[in-house]
């Protein structure tokens, strides 16, 4: 009798434990979507068709969720042999941040690098918007890059299907999609990981 009543009240407690528990922000969401491709390397390729993105298109496009922690997504993005791009994605205390590591072939920083921004939504479980910010602007507007001033990145996972890496300014856009359903084998490490 006892044990029943130590049993229900152990019961009630873990099924209150789960009712109260908030449900997962859609940045939680994301960031686990993503995490649970660690590891995992994917082809893709260019899906739109501005001129500037001919030579881009032209290479054969991977990525490789390489590097996971519970704070921190390192995704390198390989084209052709260049191994220079790795995007970062980082919880902050007020939601997510993307930031794009450029290294040179001896693994020092290139002049452009570690230019991204912070979420300024909860945005969706399948899509994250970053857009660029105050150091990134800086960045553009001291190296001669200014349209990118106006920068808006994003992310997309749809589960099983689809990665996306976005880029979206005034009168640019550029849109990557890698096959989730196809992983492949993993490229070479990123420069500057060797």
């Known amino acids: 009798m006892i044990r029943r009543l130590l049993l229900a009240v152990a019961l009630s407690a873990a099924l209150s434990a789960c009712a109260s528990a908030p449900p997962a922000s859609p940045q939680d969401q994301f960031f686990a979507n993503l995490h649970a491709l ?11 068709t501005d001129s500037a993105d001919a030579g ?15 704070h921190e997504i390192r ?19 007020a939601g997510l941040r993307l930031k794009h590591d450029h290294r040179h072939e001896d693994g020092t920083e290139d002049t452009l690098t570690q230019y991204g921004g912070d979420t300024t939504s909860e945005g969706t479980a399948e899509r994250q918007e ?3 910010d105050a150091f990134s602007r800086e960045l553009f507007t001291r190296n001669n890059t200014p349209a990118s001033v106006a920068n808006v990145w994003a992310v997309e996972i749809h589960p099983g299907r689809t990665f996306a890496y976005e880029l979206q300014r005034p009168n640019r856009r550029l849109r990557v999609e890698f096959d989730l359903t196809a992983p492949i084998a993993a490229p070479p490490a990123p420069w500057g990981a060797d």
């Not at 660690?38 to 739109?48: E, I, L, Y």
């Not at 054969?60 to 390489?66: D, I, K, N, P, S």
């Not at 995704?75 to 205390?93: A, D, M």
Request: aromatic share 8%.
């Open 56 to 70: 881009l298109a032209s290479e054969r496009l991977v990525m490789q969720v390489r590097e996971c922690s519970d």
């Open 75 to 93: 995704v390198p993005f390989h084209v052709g042999e260049n191994r220079s791009r790795t995007w970062v994605i980082t919880r902050t205390g």
């Open 130 to 132: 970053f857009p660029a």
């Open 38 to 48: 660690c590891g995992q390397s994917f082809a893709g390729r260019a899906v739109t």
